[in-house]
């Protein structure tokens, strides 16, 4: 496996960021702060969605918050590898309807899940 395709490697990327900033002791790891950044972001996406920008720039911004997302286990200290992979887990066993001609897959009314 290349470094570019390891969890690991990425989270360590983005670790090594927050250090570089100290996002520790500056703010950069209160999570209402991300969020709002998080927010940005998808708004980034979904101008790029709405605008009909190239491909390359919803990568980035897809990018942008991605990187978010593995600095929020940074900062708040969970396996977000594991959380992939537990909801991953989840997810594979739900069932799906089409709801105003678009897949949904969910927890529905009445599924084994949603009764737990
Ligand atoms: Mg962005």
């Not at 395709?5 to 990327?13: G, H, K, P, Q, V």
């Not at 670790?15 to 950044?37: C, I, N, P």
Request: aromatic fraction near 6%; proline fraction near 1%.
């Amino acid at each position: 496996m290349s470094k570019q395709d390891s969890f690991s490697e990425m989270l360590d990327e983005v670790r090594v960021f927050h250090e570089k900033h100290q996002f520790s002791q500056t703010g950069g790891e209160d999570m209402a702060y991300r969020v709002a950044l998080m927010a940005e972001e998808l708004g980034e996406i979904s101008a790029c969605v709405t605008k009909g920008k190239p491909t390359e720039m919803l990568a980035e911004e897809c990018a942008d918050l991605m990187i978010l997302l593995l600095g929020n286990a940074i900062s708040k200290d969970f396996d977000l590898n594991q959380a992939f992979w537990g909801k991953m887990e989840k997810i594979s066993k739900r069932n799906s309807r089409m709801i105003d001609g678009r897949i949904r897959v969910s927890n529905f009314e009445g599924s084994d899940e949603a009764n737990q």
